[in-house]
Structures are given as structure tokens and as C-alpha cells.
């Protein structure tokens, strides 16, 4: 069965930190490339960072480059996001999504809230 489970969401102010972890299980981890979307309210789900299979590419939205981080951790079947200097207009509920070939998996999501 396959799972991916985001974590480390909550309520943070602005200029604050969170790091997110997305842990992976039911298939193989190291093939995939993961990314991090996120949804705002009464907006479309956008991407905010892609990292390849072996961790030598990463990619972000112009929005988040310079303040997000993404990595992963093959041996341990984990993705995560490290988000600094925290905006409100980063307020949204944050996805991970892992990709290869014909195959694509979800995460439920978990909250980012931005605010004083």
C-alpha cells in the first residue's frame, strides 16, 4: 500500500521557520522524483520545489527560492522542505508528490499557517 505521510506543518509567524517532512512507504523511494506543492485557499495547487531521484537537481518557484530547501533522505525514505523567512502569502496546505515513469502518489497534506 502505497503512503506518503506530510508532517511538521502548524501556526508560525512571519519570518519564522518550519521544516516539513514527507515520509514515503509502498514503493520504491530512491526511483521517484519528489516534489512539494501547496494549495491556497480559493487558489489552484501550485509547485513549490522538485528534487530528482538522486538528489543532484532540485528546482523551485520563484516565490520560494533563496528562503525554501528541499532534500531528501534515501535511506530513510524521506522527503522534506526546510521553509525560512515565512511570509503570510505562504499560508496553504502543502503536498508531497512522488513521480516516475507512468506512476504518480499523493500526500493528504499538512497546514502552513502564516501569521501575527
Known amino acids: 500500500q502505497v503512503q506518503l505521510v506530510e508532517s511538521g506543518g502548524g501556526l508560525v509567524q512571519p519570518g519564522g521557520s518550519l521544516r516539513l517532512s514527507c515520509a514515503a512507504s509502498g514503493f520504491t523511494f530512491r526511483m521517484y522524483a519528489m516534489s512539494w506543492y501547496r494549495q491556497a485557499p480559493g487558489k489552484e495547487r501550485e509547485l513549490v520545489a522538485t528534487i530528482s531521484a538522486t538528489a543532484r537537481s532540485t528546482n523551485y518557484n520563484d516565490s520560494t527560492k533563496g528562503r525554501f530547501t528541499i532534500s531528501r533522505d534515501n535511506a530513510k525514505n524521506t522527503m522534506y522542505l526546510q521553509m525560512n523567512n515565512l511570509k503570510p502569502e505562504d499560508t496553504a496546505v502543502y503536498y508531497c508528490?512522488?513521480?516516475?515513469?507512468?506512476?504518480?502518489?499523493w500526500g493528504q497534506g499538512t497546514q502552513v499557517t502564516v501569521s501575527s
Open positions: 508528490y512522488a513521480s516516475w515513469g507512468g506512476n504518480s502518489y
